[in-house]
């Protein structure tokens, strides 16, 4: 996406790579953590919790996010992380159970900066996958 | 519910983000995920995609839509100028509203005849319209 990634605040984070299963680095935006505290503090302790916890215990990493379907290419590098993660927060920051039947979700581009995060459905016949997991994404890669 | 322990990137995470402040209506352009996200309550939500770059967000509480996350939108706006280049009359300093994403979006949709995706539309460009959301694309149709 051409940007300047050099006078950027990041934050480094760790993530299971699918590809030998040890850890390496992604990085998120000062500015996107700073958007959550728009959100409450349930956000910014689910940003702070559980996008860790799914880069680094997640039950499928799926690969090319499907965007734009006349572009075979589109989405290549682009990385979904999908965990479980064993607690929730509330609006105003209490623990509280998982949401049920929903899985956890991380966003990671290209250039492995993880841009979003989110709780999403999962699949009527696996509660650790997202819904339409199979159409979604080009490929599973764990 | 397992709580889960902090670490050196969720104590980072915390301190970056600050303390939250009070919600207001609001979309933001993350250069990252070339998305535009919407929100318009602060209720916990979760993700519900209604078709490639549309995914709405929905309160856990009692699934009402509470904004969306519109992605690939460079392109998106880029292919909308090629094919209406009068949608740049949309694009003012930058910035384009939310709620003629939405219309454009819905407009192009090759699902006009699904009833229920074009009520789920028709609520997007309300709750858009109504938090009057922009969201800045300075490299588009400037």
Redesign the interface.
């Known amino acids: ?1 051409g ?1 300047d990634r050099s006078r950027r605040e990041e ?4 993530a299971v790579d699918p590809a030998d299963g040890t850890l390496y680095e992604l990085t ?3 500015e ?14 689910e ?7 799914v880069l680094q215990h997640p039950a499928a990493i799926f690969e090319g ?5 006349d572009d075979p290419r ?1 989405g290549a590098g682009w990385r979904c992380y999908c965990g479980t ?7 105003n920051g209490d ?5 049920p039947g ?1 899985v956890y ?1 991380v ?1 990671v ?1 290209d ?1 492995e ?1 993880v ?2 995060w ?4 999962a699949d009527s016949d696996n509660s650790r996958l997202p ?2 997991h199979g159409t ?1 994404f080009r490929e599973r890669l764990l | 519910m397992t709580s889960l322990p902090s670490t050196d990137f969720s104590d980072k995470f915390l301190d970056i983000a600050g303390e939250p402040v009070s919600f207001t209506p609001h979309s933001t352009y993350d250069k990252d995920g070339d998305c535009v996200e919407f929100l318009a309550k602060p209720d916990p939500f979760y993700g519900e995609r209604i078709d490639d770059l549309v995914t709405v967000y929905r309160s856990q509480a009692d699934n009402e839509i509470v904004g969306a996350l519109i992605k690939g939108v460079k392109r998106f706006c880029e292919k909308v100028l090629t094919l209406y280049p009068g949608f740049g009359i949309e694009v003012q300093d930058g910035k384009v509203k939310v709620a003629c994403l939405f219309r454009a979006k819905a407009w192009a949709t090759p699902k006009a005849d699904d009833k229920m995706l074009m009520i789920t539309y028709r609520k997007l460009i309300e709750a858009a319209e109504a938090a009057e959301a922009e969201a800045g694309l300075c490299e588009i149709g400037a």
């Open positions: 996406m940007r934050l480094a984070v760790q998120l935006s000062y996107r953590i700073r958007s959550m505290a728009l959100r409450g503090r349930g956000a910014i302790l940003g702070s919790r559980l996008v860790e916890y996010l499907r965007r734009d379907a589109y993660p064993p607690c929730a927060f509330s609006g623990e509280i159970n998982p949401p929903m979700l966003f581009n250039e900066v841009y979003n989110r709780w999403d459905r819904q339409d979604r």
